[in-house]
């Protein structure tokens, strides 16, 4: 890799702002935290959703760890951890569909009252996190998919909790993997979303021009 690709000017000529990288730690933390909660909740109470949940905490802490260390980076490095991050995302939807086509064929009706609890803690946490990160939301490849990282996950903590009803309601194990499918292809849309504004990035003059493409 070229050494001219560090040079690159980043579009913040002042670095990044001290409370966006605060927003960032405290994002880290609080979803490292739930990664913990809800894969032990969700093995213990059987649920598809809440370890699919439990695995898209773990992807968006590392997401959020990635984006600390590229904080003042150059627009280059920034979209290409962008697409890094992307490709996580990509992959965390396609494992979270083959642990449901799984759960589908092993039968099984989780744990619903776990399922609701751990749900509405996981959306407090989500919620929170999003709000501090709103102001970032329009930025570049980078910021945007720490925010739809958040976003997904709000979302997805509300499904989890509709499917704990559901599975009250019913008995059955189907609303709990609905639930996984449905967040399953918000990770691939994010990913896609996120690809697309990181290849744009990547083919602005300044970046080609930079690298000496």
Known sequence: MSACCCNTPSPNAQGPS????????????????????????????????????????FGDAANYGVSLWVLGASLLWRARASIAKALTMGAFGLGVLGSTLWHLLAGG???????????????ATNVGVAALLYAWREGDSNMRSVWLCSRNDAFGNLAVIAA??????TG????????????????????????RHARQELATPATVSACGD
Not at 28 to 45: C, K, Q, S, T
Not at 109 to 123: D, F, K, S, W
């Open 109 to 123: 009706v989780p744990q619903a009252e776990t399922m609701g609890v751990v749900g509405l803690l996981a959306l």
């Open 164 to 169: 704990a009803a559901g599975v009250f309601g």
């Open 172 to 195: 059955s194990a189907w609303p709990d993997l609905l639930v996984a499918t449905i967040i399953a292809s918000l990770a691939l849309s994010a990913c896609i979303q996120v690809l």
């Open 18 to 57: 001290p409370r966006y990288r605060r927003v960032l730690w405290i994002a880290l933390f609080a979803n490292a935290a739930m990664f913990v909660v809800e894969l032990i909740a969700g093995a213990r109470a059987g649920s598809t959703s809440l370890l699919a949940d439990a695995l898209d905490f």
